[in-house]
């Protein structure tokens, strides 16, 4: 067999390997012959907006290692890919280009634009693809989805069409969150929060006084609000009279209800329908008008008087300053503070404002079910049907969903799903009709009138992509609804629940809650089981990863070819918990290359060492019992962790076998003990199958190596099994046994290290013992080789050595070095010394672990950490200590 390269060159192997995976036909469950119980995640799909970033090499990397370590369990794995079309964002992309070019969307008719746009995702797509196969992704591409493929748009007119007969969308004059940028509505969630310091104004409003930030906004206030307890405006309750306001005198009149607050400002305050969401409801509560004051351009309308058609924001100094002529400008609260709603996409500032839109109703009762949208979607969370992770996030899904308002899914751009609504228009001679439709009428119904007119408006990003999990698997052709009773065939049925939505927590509201939504009423299901959400990916600094601030941003493309796609996962997952933050820098990601190559080089070692010998079976030694109980352990705990999502333990867990156990001493004691082939080839191929959801590239490469010679075709250790954990192996005496001999030259080592005796200087070793001088004598070679022994003695119980080095292995067995030894005073002292250094150390360590900041800011692993270090020099401690007793009693 030819040696493996002394080192491991990622670029040279990853792009051959991925498409040897892709040949295989293994990322295609209905390959899987064997499987049988059904696994399956439905990617997050990207934006078709560019290039993929930090974050969705944060789902990428733990999205497969979950779909392999499935696979390798036996189970019908299926990773379904697909892009988002991304409204919004990919029509504003385009603009941008066209703007480059001197051109606006203007220029051209509306299929020419939608014809760039769909050029411009065409390309996009493609780069996409391929960075999700660089990050070694064994997504089942045979299945790719696209939000605006014609399976997909055919299944969102479909459950357009269906609520809208369900009666659960409605077109409605309602107030909406309108960027005057993006010329749209938005929903709840797609408006930030961005904090401003800006002046509060306190006007003088007839007998009362009422604070506001935007004075733009209350040209049309008429109606004062107090609470009904608030003495001060018992008698104002219920009257009419005069006010002289920005433009001239208006007719006010006071109404009492709780929604005011008797402690904020002076607790009287005017309402202003138009342009607040709380007003609007108080508006219809009282049967108030509701009048726009500020358009859709963001200027103010023929209601502001002299102020109509200026921009309404750039106008407020202005008011402000006709008021203070006017004497009604009571005080100002120069240091206001609160929280500016602006556009999720640009950053400009939201206007509320009426407008006519489509809704989707999500406080109805749907008349089958009994039931609100709404409430069939908290109780797919309270009755225990979904999980999430980390569960502190149910309190925040629910605290949403009993907040969530009507959802406006109208919007006023050209690219997306356009509305399936068609009107008779009375102006072309029809009758008014609105015809909600799958395939574009030819004629009204009603009147028979041909001119019917399509909607211009399109459909929320979100709307499609909350149909995501049962859209990609053949909704609504892969179900019978027979009154109320759902049977579902083909992949629907197989996959549908998916297993497990693993997505990042900052698209809780956006995505997670509406598939939720939508699949409890199409389906009548739950869209999966678990919901994992990660954390945001930030730099060294815990500042988020921006292209705004290049000096951070790590582009996943660039770090691949220079670390390799193995290293770039490693840095993912090791640290990632649920719902906390992750942080990442290059050094990080180079380090686990380093982290790869010793990998390769332990497997290097083995593949070399194992090639020099027979390949006779020999009998089970101290060592070989011991290193295969503690595989068996390994394997159990590592597959414990996977299944509990714990993926960073799971890392952390391997990885400390692999290097700490396998590298540092098994394959040290190979060498010494030999005839090993058989063993180091087993250890191997379990090493290779337990790493290879974590860095498949290299263990697929090792793994093709060593099969090789006797295998010459390509079998992928993608679908090799998943290692068992044979408790036959477990052997707790060796375990025990093997710990002596290891402590006995981990204790020798140090006691060489202190002393300064160099490696080539060998030494002698005295030893007394009742019960463990068979231990001893059976791993002498072991004790004297690794621990540099020339000489291993057993001393008689009543033999105190002078001058030589105690070392207190266990409670059974003393160990004795002649060291030329110093006086006992200066070994004494020498001793001291290290117990105050080692407590200096603890103590920093229990300030870390008393420090608030420290404990909440740390990742666990890190708090294990130092727990365990704290844990190993109280222990070293109490080894010294029982050394001064040596003293002292000799």
Known sequence: MNELAKTYEASQHEDAIYHAWEASGFF???????????????????NATGTLHMGHTMFLTLQDLMTRFARMRGKKALWLPGTDHASIATQNKVEKLLAKEGKTRHDMSRDEFVGRIDDYVAQSRSTIRNQIRKMGSSCDWSRERYTLDVGLSHAVTEMFVRMYGDGLIYRGNRIVNWCPRCKSTLADDEVKYRPEKTPFYYFKYGPVV???ARPETKFLDKTIVVHPDDGRYKELVGKEFDVEWIEGPIRAHVIADAIADKEFGTGAMTITPGHSFEDFELAGKYHLPVEKIIDENGNLTEHAGSF????????????????????????????????????????????????????????????????????LASEAVSSGRITILPKRFDKIYFSWMNGLRDWCISRQIVFGHRMPVYYCEKEQGGCGEVIVSGEPPTECAKCKHT???????????????????????????????????????????????????????????????????????????EPFKTVYLHGLVLDENRKKMSKSR???????????????????????????????????????????????????????????????????????????????????????????????FQFSRAAEELRRFTWDEVADWYLEVAKIEKNKRQHLLRMLEHLLALWHPFTPFVTEVVYQ???????????????????????????????????????????????????????????????????????????????????????????????????????????????????????????????????AMLGGLIQDINQRLTNNEFLTGAPKHILEAETKKRNDYLGKIEKLEEQLKKISNS
């Open 28 to 46: 295609n469950p209905d390959n899987l012959s064997r499987a049988k119980e059904p696994f399956s995640i439905a990617i997050p799909p990207p």
């Open 308 to 375: 109509a058609l200026r921009n309404a924001r750039d106008s407020r100094a202005a008011i402000v300053k006709k008021l203070q002529e006017k004497n009604l400008v009571d005080h100002v609260d120069e240091n206001y503070e609160h929280n500016l709603s602006v556009c999720y996409r640009c950053d400009t500032p939201v206007e509320p404002l009426p407008s006519l839109q489509w809704f989707i109703a999500v406080n109805k009762k749907i008349e089958k079910r009994g039931k609100s949208l709404k409430e």
């Open 705 to 835: 190596h060593m099969r090789k010679t006797t295998h010459p075709h390509f079998i992928s250790l993608m679908i090799h099994s998943w290692p068992s954990a044979d408790k036959k192996m477990i052997d707790e005496k060796s375990e025990r046994a093997f710990s002596i001999v290891q402590e006995m030259i981990r204790q020798i080592r140090n006691a060489r290290q202190e002393h300064a005796i160099p490696p080539s200087q060998k030494i002698q070793c005295w030893f007394q013992t009742k019960n463990s001088e068979t231990l001893i004598a059976d791993n002498a070679e072991i004790v004297m080789r690794l621990g540099r022994i020339d000489m291993l003695k057993k001393l008689e119980s009543d033999e105190k050595p002078h001058n030589a080095v105690f070392l207190k292995i266990s409670d059974d067995l003393d160990v004795y070095l002649p060291l030329g030894m110093k006086p006992r005073e200066e070994e004494r002292g020498f001793i001291e010394k290290e117990i």
């Open 550 to 644: 290049e000096e951070t941003q790590i582009d996943p493309l660039d770090m691949i070819p220079q670390y390799g796609a193995d290293a770039l996962r490693m840095s993912m997952l090791v640290g990632v918990t649920p719902g906390n933050d992750l942080f990442i820098s290059k050094e990080k990601i180079a380090g686990y290359r380093n982290f790869v190559n010793k990998l390769w080089n332990v497997s290097r070692f083995i593949l070399q060492f194992s090639h020099d010998e027979s390949e006779k079976k020999h009998p089970l030694t101290l060592a070989d019992r011991w290193i295969f109980s503690r595989l068996a352990s390994t394997i159990s705990r590592i597959t414990n962790h996977i299944e509990a």
């Open 210 to 212: 009422i604070g506001t």
């Open 451 to 525: 001119n019917v007119r399509h909607d211009e408006d399109t459909l929320d990003t979100w709307f499609s992509a909350a149909l995501w999990t049962f859209s990609t698997l053949g909704w609504p052709e892969n179900v019978e609804d027979k009154n109320g009773k759902i049977k579902k065939k083909g992949d629907l049925a197989t996959f549908h629940p998916t297993t497990v939505m693993e997505t990042g927590y900052d698209i809780i509201f956006f995505w997670v809650a509406r598939m939720i939504i939508m699949s409890e009423y199409a389906l009548h299901e």
